[in-house]
C-alpha cells in the first residue's frame, strides 16, 4: 500500500504546470524512491555510506568469528605422518598450532587493510554493480589486491616470531630429518601461504554475505545494509 507521504509527493510533482509530461514521470519517481527510502530504511539512502557500512560489519563478524585451520602442503602432511608412525608426533603438533595461530594472527590485519581499501571503490551508481552476485566484493578485491600481499608479510612474519613460530619450525625440521637447503626462505613461504590463505578467508566470507543479502536484503540486520541490497535485486 501506498503511504500517505508518497502518495503526496507523487501528486505535488504531476500537478506541476511547468513539467513535461516526461518530466513529470521522472521527478515523480525519484520523489517516491526518496520517500521510500526514508520511510523504509529510517533517513535517505546513501549508496556508497551503505556498502561500507556492509563491509564494515561484515569484516567484524569475519574477525570475530573462529578462524580457519592452516591448509598445510602434501610435504608437510608426509613428513608429520612419518613423524607419528616414529612416535615424534610433538614437534609436529605444535608446528600445526603455531601456523593456526598464525594465520588467526593474520585475519585482522588484513580486514584491516581491507576495510581501508572500501574507500578508494568507486560507488557512483549501484546499477554498475547489479550484474554479479558478489560484484561488489570482485570490486573491492581488485582495488585492494596489487600489492596487499607484501603489505602485510611483515607484520604477520612478527606475529610468527612472537608466537615462536621459527622455534617450533626448527624443532621440526630436526625431528623429522627433512632436508631443506634454506631453513629461513622455507619458513618465509610458510609466511606467506598464511597470508594468501588469510586473504581468500576474508573475500571469501564477505562474498558469501554478499550473495546471501542479495537473495534476501531482510537477512541483513542494519537498515541501511538492507536498503542498499534492496536496490540491487
Known sequence: MISLSLRFALVIVAFSPFASAQGVFTKAIEQARRVADKESFGGELNFPDGVARFFDLGLNEIT????????????????????RSEGKSEPAFVLTAKLNQLL???????????????????????TDFKASPTALVDALRKVVSPGLKDQLRAGVAQAGE???????????????GAKISDPKAALGLLV??????????????????????????????DKTVAGVFNTLK
Open 64 to 83: 570475530a568469528a573462529p578462524a580457519p585451520v592452516f591448509q598445510t602442503t602434501a610435504g608437510f602432511v608426509k613428513w608429520s605422518d612419518k613423524m
Open 104 to 126: 588467526a594472527d593474520a585475519l585482522p590485519q588484513v580486514a584491516q587493510s581491507v576495510r581501508a581499501g572500501v574507500v578508494k571503490l568507486k560507488l557512483d551508481s549501484s
Open 162 to 176: 612472537m608466537a615462536s613460530l621459527p622455534a617450533a619450525f626448527d624443532a621440526f625440521i630436526a625431528a623429522s
Open 192 to 221: 606467506d601461504q598464511a597470508v594468501a590463505q588469510a586473504i581468500d578467508h576474508v573475500f571469501l566470507q564477505l562474498a558469501k554475505q554478499e550473495t546471501a543479502y542479495r537473495a534476501d536484503p531482510a537477512r541483513a540486520t
